[in-house]
């Protein structure tokens, strides 16, 4: 009977996905009302999270892994740029399209930033940024396992390499190992901050 009962929730939890897909793609509606309206009290939260079949959190880096079905967006692009990978002496790993750096970084003005506090368990820092197109739009988010000159400059090289034009300028916080990073990766770009 449990069988049949977790089964069933599957299938509503399915078919509430299904619905809040359908409704994203097809609505000007904020992503609050949709839920909101879509919100089925017999299927909360908890029901969710009780019947998930994750799997248990790593302990060391060279535990993480992807799924093959996670990091595709909507558009069918890879959101995984890169992974340093576990063996790597610099470990990060970059989320991101190919089309957002390509078509986003290039000569725009660019804003990054790092913080600590929302890390994952066995990263130090989550690296932000943001290019001025009008408006300022998120780009790209890393996950660093240090915060040295030498993690920016693995970071930025995996960022440069897809780039044909160099963006216009970079501006950061006031970290010196990043500045000095961006001055190695980009030695024409006259304007750091």
């Given amino acids: 009977m449990k069988i049949f009962i977790q089964l ?3 299938i509503k939890i399915l078919d509430r996905r299904r619905k809040i897909g359908q409704k994203v793609e ?6 609050r009302k949709i839920l909101h309206e879509l919100n089925d009290n017999n299927l909360d939260d908890e029901m969710i999270a009780n019947n998930a079949n994750y799997p248990p959190n790593p302990e060391k880096l060279s535990e993480i892994y992807f799924p093959v ?4 967006t909507k558009k069918k692009e890879n959101f995984l740029y890169f992974d340093s990978g576990a063996d790597s002496e610099f470990l990060f790993i970059i989320f991101t399209t190919e089309s957002n750096l390509n078509q986003n970084l290039e000569n725009a003005h660019v804003f990054v930033d790092g913080t600590f506090d929302i890390a994952p368990k066995l990263f130090a820092q989550v690296y932000t940024i943001h290019a001025l197109i009008d408006v300022c739009f998120p780009m790209a988010n890393g996950l660093f396992s240090r915060k040295t000159e030498e ?3 693995e970071f930025l090289n995996a960022v440069q390499i897809k780039l044909k034009h160099d963006p216009f300028s970079i501006t950061s916080d006031f970290k010196k190992a990043f500045i000095n990073a961006s001055m190695k990766v980009f030695p024409k770009l006259n304007e750091f901050r």
Avoid: T
Avoid at 69 to 72: D, E, G, H, T
């Fill in 8 to 10: 069933a929730n599957k």
């Fill in 26 to 31: 097809f609505s000007d509606e904020k992503p």
């Fill in 69 to 72: 079905f996670f990091p595709i």
């Fill in 151 to 153: 993690m920016y400059v």
